[in-house]
C-alpha cells in the first residue's frame, strides 16, 4: 500500500525553480532517504509534503488528497515532521511540549512518549537548557507523539555525534519496525542513510536525479558523480 | 493620597482587562487591531441598552456574549483571510472598521452623552481612614484581578491555553505540531473582544458613553501592549497598573505632564528593552 504520493511537485521563489514536477511513492512501512547537494531541493520537498510551504502539484496520503490542507490537519491525519533546526519551544518544559502535541492530535497527555524516548529525567526542565542531543531526541518524540503512522525528519542527524547518529539510526529503524510507520528521510549522513534506508531518491538542483536501492544508487555513475563522490 | 492610588488601580484595572485581549490578539494573530477600543465602546452601548430594560447584570453578561460573537465573526471574516498580508493591510482595515463601529453608535445611539446606572448591590461607599471611597469602584479593581487570574489560570491549566502559549511563541511550529491554530485564534479574539465589551459595561456607570470614548482609552491600551511587551499579559497587567497610578496620580502632582508621561515611559522602554517588560512571554 502507498503511505504516501507526491505527484508534480514544482517550487519556484521568483525565477529560482526549487522543486521541478517532483514525484515521488513511499509504500507503507518504508524508510525513504532523500539526498542530494545544498540547494537540490530535499527540505523544500519535505515542506512540500508537511504543507508547509504551499506549491503546485498533488499530495496523497493513505490514498486521499491532502494537498489543501493545512500542517495541522495533516498531522492530525498521522502525517508528522521534524524540521532541521528543533522544533522546540526552549521555554516550555519538556513535559508539557509532549503533552502540547499529544492534546493536540489525539487529546492524550502522551506521558507515553516521554518514557519511550527515555525523556521523563528531563520531564520538567526547560527544553532550551538541556542539552543538543536531548533536544534531538525531544524532536524525535515530539514528531512520533500521537501514533503518526507517516514521519518526515529533516536531517535529525545534524550535529550529533558519531554515536549519537549510530544511536539514532538504530532508534529509526526500531521504530519504523516495531510501528510500522513510514519514514521519509533528509540526511547528509551517508553512514544513517546506508544503515537505514530501504530506497533512496536523489535531488540534484530541484529535479529526481536516481531512485533505487541502497547498493544500486551506491553504484550509480550519475550519483556518485552528482553527490557521493568517493565517499561511497 | 490614598484615594488616588485607589482610583489609579481603578483605572489600572480597567486598562488591563480591555489590553489583555489586544495583547491576546497579537500574540496569536501578530495583529494590531485599531478596532479594540471600539468593541469597548459597543459593549458598553450595548450594555446601556440591555440595561434599561434588564438591569446591569444580565447587560453584562449579555453584552459580553454578543462581543464574543462579534469577535468571532471578526476573526473569521477580517482577520484569518488577511493573516498573510502585510501587516499595514491588516492595521488600515481595523482602523476602517474603528470608523464605521464610530458612525453605527452615532446613528443608534446619537452623539449625546449617555450613563449607566451602576447596579444596586454595589452602590454603597466604603469608608476609609479620613475618606471613603465608593464600593463600585472597588468592585472595578477586583474585575480587573478577576480577569488576570482567571486568563492566567486558562493560560497555565486548560488545553486551550497550552494551545495558546505555545501557538503565541511560534504559530507555525505550533500548527506543525498538530494545533489547530485557526480555532485557537478565533476563541482567542473572541475572549479578547468579550473582555472589552465586558470593560465597556463595567466602565460605563464611571466614564460617560460618548462616541470618543473608544479613541480615549484606545491609545493606553496599546501602550501598555508594547510597554508590556507585544502578547504578554504579565507585561500587560504590570504596565496597566504603572500607567493607571501616572495617570491619576500625575493629575495631582504634575498635571502639565500627565498625558506626555505615558509616551516618555513607552520610548525609554522601548530603547532600553525593545520587545517590552516581559520580552515575549505569554
Known amino acids: ?232 | 493620597m490614598l484615594i488616588q492610588c485607589l482610583n489609579g488601580l481603578v483605572y489600572g484595572a480597567l486598562l488591563f482587562s480591555l489590553a489583555s485581549g489586544l495583547a491576546l490578539m497579537f500574540g496569536l494573530r501578530r495583529i494590531v487591531n485599531f478596532s479594540h477600543g471600539a468593541l469597548y465602546m459597543l459593549g458598553a452601548y450595548l450594555g446601556y441598552s440591555i440595561a434599561t430594560k434588564l438591569g446591569f447584570w444580565p447587560a453584562l453578561v449579555l453584552s459580553a456574549l454578543a462581543l464574543a460573537g462579534l469577535g468571532a465573526l471578526l476573526d473569521a471574516a477580517v482577520f484569518r483571510p488577511l493573516q498573510d498580508r502585510d501587516p499595514l493591510i491588516i492595521l488600515l482595515v481595523t482602523f476602517g472598521l474603528a470608523l464605521i463601529a464610530e458612525d453605527v453608535v452615532q446613528t443608534i445611539w446619537g452623539n449625546d452623552t449617555h450613563s449607566l446606572a451602576m447596579p444596586a448591590l454595589l452602590a454603597g461607599i466604603v469608608e476609609l481612614p479620613g475618606s471613603s471611597f465608593p464600593v463600585y469602584r472597588i468592585a472595578i479593581i477586583a474585575f480587573g484581578l478577576l480577569v488576570a487570574g482567571g486568563l492566567s489560570l486558562w493560560l497555565k491549566f486548560s488545553r486551550v491555553g497550552l494551545f495558546v502559549r505555545a501557538a503565541s511563541f511560534n504559530p507555525t511550529l505550533a500548527a506543525i505540531q498538530g494545533v489547530d491554530t485557526d480555532r485557537v485564534s478565533l476563541m482567542v479574539v473572541a475572549v479578547g473582544a468579550a473582555l472589552a465589551g465586558a470593560s465597556g459595561v463595567v466602565a460605563a456607570p464611571i466614564l460617560s458613553l460618548a462616541p470618543s470614548m473608544a479613541a480615549d482609552i484606545l491609545v493606553d491600551s496599546f501602550i501598555v501592549v508594547v510597554v508590556g511587551g507585544l502578547g504578554s499579559l504579565t507585561g500587560a497587567f504590570i504596565t496597566a497598573l504603572i500607567l493607571g497610578q501616572i495617570n491619576v496620580l500625575g493629575i495631582v502632582f504634575a498635571p502639565e505632564f500627565t498625558a506626555l508621561l505615558p509616551f516618555v515611559i513607552m520610548v525609554g522602554v522601548l530603547i532600553w528593552k525593545p520587545t517590552g517588560l516581559a520580552g515575549n512571554r505569554v
Open chain 1, 1 to 232: 500500500m502507498i503511505a504516501l504520493a507526491a505527484t508534480g511537485i514544482t517550487k519556484t521563489y521568483g525565477g529560482f525553480t526549487a522543486l521541478s514536477d517532483v514525484s515521488l511513492s513511499v509504500e507503507h512501512g518504508e524508510i525513504r532517504a532523500l539526498i542530494g547537494p545544498n540547494g537540490a531541493g530535499k527540505s523544500t520537498l519535505i515542506d512540500a509534503l508537511s504543507g508547509r510551504n504551499p506549491c503546485l502539484g498533488r499530495v496523497e496520503l493513505m490514498g486521499a488528497d491532502i494537498s489543501r490542507l493545512t500542517p495541522g490537519k495533516r498531522r492530525r491525519l498521522g502525517l508528522s515532521r521534524s524540521f532541521q533546526k528543533t522544533s522546540i519551544f526552549p521555554r516550555m518544559t519538556v513535559r508539557a511540549q509532549i503533552e502540547l502535541a499529544a492534546r493536540a492530535v489525539d487529546g492524550s497527555d502522551g506521558m507515553d512518549v516521554l518514557d519511550e524516548f527515555d525523556l521523563r529525567p528531563l520531564a520538567d526542565r526547560l527544553a532550551g537548557d538541556i542539552g543538543y542531543g536531548d533536544q534531538r531526541r525531544l524532536d524525535l518524540a515530539l514528531a512520533m507523539t500521537g501514533q503518526p503512522h507517516t514521519l518526515l525528519l529533516d536531517e535529525p542527524a545534524a550535529g550529533l555525534s558519531f554515536e549519537e547518529s549510530k544511536r539514532l539510526a538504530a532508534h529509526l529503524r526500531d521504530i519504523a519496525a516495531r510501528r510500522g510507520v513510514t519514514v521519509v528521510i533528509v540526511e547528509h549522513d551517508m553512514d544513517v542513510v546506508f544503515a537505514i534506508a530501504d530506497t533512496i531518491t536523489v535531488l540534484q538542483l530541484g529535479q529526481v536525479l536516481a531512485e533505487g536501492r541502497p547498493d544500486d544508487i551506491r553504484a550509480n555513475p550519475d550519483v556518485v558523480r552528482a553527490y557521493l563522490g568517493s565517499a561511497a
